[in-house]
C-alpha cells in the first residue's frame, strides 16, 4: 500500500525567510513517481513538480528546489526567498508507475498549509 | 486552451435531494479522476476512468454515490440521496496516460457542495 505523510500541518515564515516541507512516502514498489502540488487560496490545484524513482538528482526551477533521497524514502520541497503569493497548501503526491501506462492512482499526503508574512 | 471546467462552482441542497457534479476533462486527456476535499479527511480518490471506462472506484464512499463519463468530454458524480456530511469540495482533474508512469493531473476549480 502506498502511503504520503507531511508531518507539517502548518508553517509560517515571514517574507524573504527560506522554508522546507518535508514529504516521506511507502512504497513497495521499485518503480513510483512523486509529485508536488500547490494549493492557492483560490482552491485549485496546480501542478509543481513530477519525479521518476529513477533520477535522484536534485532539481531547481527559480526560488523552487527538490531534494529526493531514497534512502530516506523522501522528497522535501524547499522555497527559497519566500513571497505571500507562496501562501498555499502544499501537497505531495505518490504514484506506481505501470507498464502498460494504464492505472495510475495517485496518493496525496494531507498537505502542509504555508503562510508568508510580510 | 480551456483547462478542466466544472459546472456548478457552488451547489447548496437540502438532504435528500439529487445532486449532480458535472466536468469536462482537457481535450486529448485520456485519463479522469474525481476527488473529495474536507478538513477532517483531505483530498480522497472517488473514482478514476481511463478510456472512458470506470478503473477504480473503491473511494467512492456508499451507493449513494455514482459516476458516469458517456464519452471523452464529459463526465458526472451524481449524490442520491445527498447527506449533510457529503459537504465538500469536489474536485475533477484529467491527464494523458503514457506507457511507463502517470503524468501530472490537471485540476478544475471545484464544486463546493453544501448539504443543509
Known amino acids: 500500500a502506498q502511503k504520503v505523510t507531511q508531518a507539517q500541518t502548518e508553517i509560517s515564515v515571514v517574507e524573504k525567510e527560506d522554508v522546507t516541507l518535508d514529504c516521506v512516502y511507502e512504497?513497495?514498489?521499485?518503480?513510483?513517481?512523486l509529485f508536488w502540488y500547490k494549493q492557492p487560496p483560490s482552491g485549485e490545484l496546480v501542478f509543481l513538480i513530477r519525479?521518476?524513482?529513477?533520477?535522484?538528482q536534485n532539481e531547481i526551477s527559480g526560488r523552487y528546489s527538490w531534494n529526493f533521497q531514497k534512502s530516506t524514502s523522501s522528497f522535501n520541497f524547499t522555497i527559497t526567498a519566500s513571497q505571500v503569493v507562496d501562501s498555499a497548501v502544499y501537497f505531495c503526491?505518490?504514484?506506481?508507475?505501470?507498464?502498460?501506462?494504464?492505472?495510475?492512482?495517485?496518493?496525496f499526503g494531507t498537505g502542509t498549509k504555508l503562510q508568508v508574512i510580510p | 486552451d480551456a483547462g478542466v471546467i466544472q459546472s456548478p462552482r457552488h451547489e447548496v441542497t437540502e438532504m435528500g435531494q439529487e445532486v449532480t457534479l458535472r466536468c469536462k476533462p482537457i481535450?486529448?486527456?485520456?485519463?479522469l479522476f474525481w476527488y473529495r476535499q474536507t478538513m477532517m479527511r483531505g483530498l480522497e480518490l472517488l473514482i478514476y476512468?481511463?478510456?472512458?471506462?470506470?478503473?477504480?472506484d473503491s473511494g467512492m464512499p456508499e451507493d449513494r454515490f455514482s459516476a458516469k463519463m458517456p464519452n471523452a468530454s464529459f463526465s458526472t458524480l451524481k449524490i442520491q440521496p445527498s447527506e449533510p456530511r457529503d459537504s465538500a469540495v469536489y474536485f475533477c482533474?484529467?491527464?494523458?496516460?503514457?506507457?511507463?508512469?502517470?503524468?501530472?493531473?490537471?485540476f478544475g476549480p471545484g464544486t463546493r457542495l453544501t448539504v443543509l
Open positions: 481535450s486529448g486527456h485520456n485519463s
Open positions: 512504497t513497495r514498489d521499485t518503480t513510483y513517481y
Open positions: 482533474a484529467s491527464s494523458r496516460a503514457l506507457p511507463g508512469g502517470p503524468n501530472e493531473q490537471f
Open positions: 519525479r521518476n524513482s529513477f533520477d535522484e
Open positions: 476512468f481511463n478510456n472512458n471506462v470506470p478503473i477504480d
Open positions: 503526491a505518490l504514484s506506481e508507475a505501470r507498464q502498460s501506462g494504464g492505472y495510475q492512482k495517485v496518493t
